[in-house]
């Protein structure tokens, strides 16, 4: 690309405020919550059971208490013959029984139900993100930190999503039991869960001060797990590079001191978890010692009518009550560190969008008069980059756009692609401004060609195919025959059947090119846009090309943007900027013999050449 670039610095503190600012925690877990929409059924399913399955298991604890009082303790004492027994036991027995049955049940399907919604949401995220980086604006990507988007896309997802499926599958049951567990003990003794009651204050407080830690830190380690992501997709791209200056060694060490900047914040996060989990083991034995020690001395004082059975059985249910509250302790650190990556996912899908189409805007039909830029200037976020831009382009002209490096050539094509909207002034197909014109009609007029010269891992016929997906294979053969690609595609094994390969890697640089030509050709576009798309090609090749160019010459409105000014020298007219602004607008040989910034450029590239 000829935009120039911001240095790095800039583009990585860009990337880390392109995405929207975080939301709260608590606002991240009930908007991922409400991705179960649709799913209300299963989800009231979900409660139903887990209160199915505490209740079977407080019930059968319950027992407890008129299995002593009325069974063990007056039979010990001689007050019960066998005949008296077995009518106290069976409704114990049946009771037992039935919890039994039940419960496995209820456990079988809250785990499968709670599962089905959490994958939903999974589902459903992943979506999001999909549609949010297709519909997000080009500039976002320039601006942004790839590695950043990344992590945010993938790793904090699946983290957030972790967070849904320990709220239906842990949180809800742990939350029932809780609650259930309290009632019963409430029914049992209202003063001994009174006293229980007392070491909420301290435990709150206790909590409370690391769950702000373990937010932050969770915060700042998923950040870094995007520097990594950036660092990895640096290596990736640049392994060339590195091979051959040797910069192994160098990158290895940076990429240690990333890790252990992770390693340290991740220590933090456990840390502080760690911290969390231990209050609750120390608060735990003091309540129930003070439990069991007040109901006994109750019970031999006989206050409150407690009996032995009361005390066991409240001792039992607090016993079993403690064990989902601490599952719910134990699941704070891993809450707060879902919801920190799930702040940061929702950071993304509140991105701004594509501006969209006015309310009146209208499909384009074609182009039958001319492309006009009416005192177009654009910036990327205060940094100029096109200024005062006056150019008319006629129906089925070929303009050539060159320039030195930095002048703005890219982004004047990626206006006219309507990737950016001008700063100031406007673009006109046929007198309509484009942002009159319905974005999703203009773009089936318009085709495009890139350095890049991007291909899907799919066969070459779809590949080509892309540009109109309802075209024939003749068609798509006689694109491949334009660009020049038919007689090597058909020399390959399979054919046009050829898979690409991931990123069409498994074809030359020049091979990608003309695939990607024929994909633009067979779009049938009004515009076409060529932008450094010759670069990579031999020059027999780059010839045919040409040629392929010249048969759409009147056809089709065609810019082309060129560093080397030999393939343009047949353009209709080939515009000049210089500093965001056209120096020079002519024919090859008007430009040449005006000897202005045109000749200083050919000169250059001819003394290159020699």
Known sequence: MSTPNPDPEARSSAGRTAPAPLVSASGALRRLLALSKGDEGRVVLVVVLGAVVAGAAFVRVSLIQPLLDDVV???????????????????????????LVVSPLAVLGRSYLAEWVAGRVRQRVDIA????????????????????????????????????VLFYKDVILHTEMIVIGVGMMLWISVPLTLVVLLGVPPFYLLVSTFMGRILDVSTRRQETQGQLSDRLIAILSGIKVIKAFRGEDAETAAYDHETDKYFRRHMKVIKNGALVKASGEAIWPLLFAGVIGIGGWAVVHEIDGLTIGDVMAFGAILGLAYKPLKSLIQSVPRLLEAASSAARLFAVLDMDEEVPDRPDARPMTGLNEHIRFRDVAFDYGGAPVLDGIDLEVRAGEVVAIVGRTGTGKSTLVDLVLRF????????????????????????????????????????????IRY??????????????????????????????DTMAGEFGLRLSGGQRQRVTIARAILAEASILVFDEATSALDAQTERAVQEAIDRLRGERTIFIVAHRLSTIQHADRIVVLEDGRIAESGDHATLLARGGVYTELIGAQTAIAS
Request: proline share 5%; aromatic share 6%.
């Open 73 to 99: 303790l007056p039979k010990t004492a001689g007050d019960l013959d066998m005949d008296e027994l077995w009518p106290l036991v069976r409704p114990i027995a049946w009771i037992v029984g039935a919890t």
């Open 129 to 164: 993100i999909a549609r949010k980086l297709l519909h997000v604006p080009l500039r976002t990507f320039r601006e942004g930190s790839s590695g950043d988007f990344l992590s945010r896309s993938m790793a904090d997802a699946q983290i957030a999503c972790q967070m849904v």
């Open 420 to 463: 950016h909207d001008p700063t100031r002034g406007s673009i006109e197909i046929d007198g309509v401004d484009l942002r009159d014109l319905q974005r999703a009609s203009f773009l089936d007029h318009v085709a495009l060609v890139t350095q890049e010269s991007f291909l899907f891992d799919e066969s070459l016929m779809e590949n």
């Open 467 to 496: 540009g109109r997906p309802d075209a024939t294979d003749e068609e798509v053969r006689a694109a491949a025959e334009a660009a020049s690609a038919h007689a090597f595609i058909e020399g390959l094994p399979e054919g046009y």
